[in-house]
C-alpha cells in the first residue's frame, strides 16, 4: 500500500510481499480496507504516541502544532515507506479523517482556549492543515524539498492561526526535543 494506493494494489500483491498465505491473511483482515484501517489505526497511533513524548512538558499548543507538522513531514526521512503510506492514504480519506481528526483538533482546541490560535474559519484551517501537510510530506519523498521544508510548513500555518510571522519563525525553527 506504500507503493500504490489501497484501490490499486490486490490481495494477492499484499500476500505476495508479506510472504504469507491468503489464508493467513483472512485469519487476521476480513478485506484490504480492514487491513488499511489496521495500519492507519497503528501508524496515526505511533505518530501521536511520538509527537506526544516529543512534546511531552511543552505547554504552548503552538509550539505542539509546529513539532507535529515537523515530525509528520520528516517521515520523508527517517521512514519513507511510512511516508508513502500516508500519501496513497487520500484514496481513503474519510478513514484517514476519522483517525487523524481527533489528534489535530486536540492541538487545534488547545491553542483556542489559550488564545493562541485565532480562526476565522476552523474547518478550513484543517482542511489547509492537513492538505499542506501532505502534500509538503509528498514533496519531500520525491526530494522537491530540503530538510527545513517542515519548519517552513509550521511557521506558514501557525501564522495562518493567528500568530505573528517573526514568532511563528522563532517557534516552527526551534530544536525539536528529545523524547
Known sequence: MAETSIDAVTID?????AEVGKGSFYNHFASKDALFLATMEQVVA???????????GTDDPAEVMAIGIRIYVELATVDPEIGRFLINAPARSDMLSRHADPVVNKTID???????????????FFALL??????TLQGRLENRFDA????????????????????????????????
Open 148 to 179: 527545513n521544508v517542515g519548519s517552513e510548513l509550521a511557521a506558514s500555518v501557525l501564522q495562518l492561526a493567528g500568530l505573528d510571522a517573526d514568532e511563528a519563525v522563532e517557534i516552527a525553527f526551534r530544536p525539536l526535543p528529545t523524547a
Open 13 to 17: 500483491e499484499i500476500i505476495q510481499k
Open 130 to 135: 492537513t492538505s499542506g501537510v501532505t502534500a
Open 110 to 124: 488547545d491553542g483556542l482556549r489559550a488564545n493562541r490560535f485565532r480562526l476565522r474559519n476552523r474547518e478550513l
Open 46 to 56: 505511533d505518530m501521536a504516541r511520538r509527537i506526544t513524548s516529543v512534546s511531552h
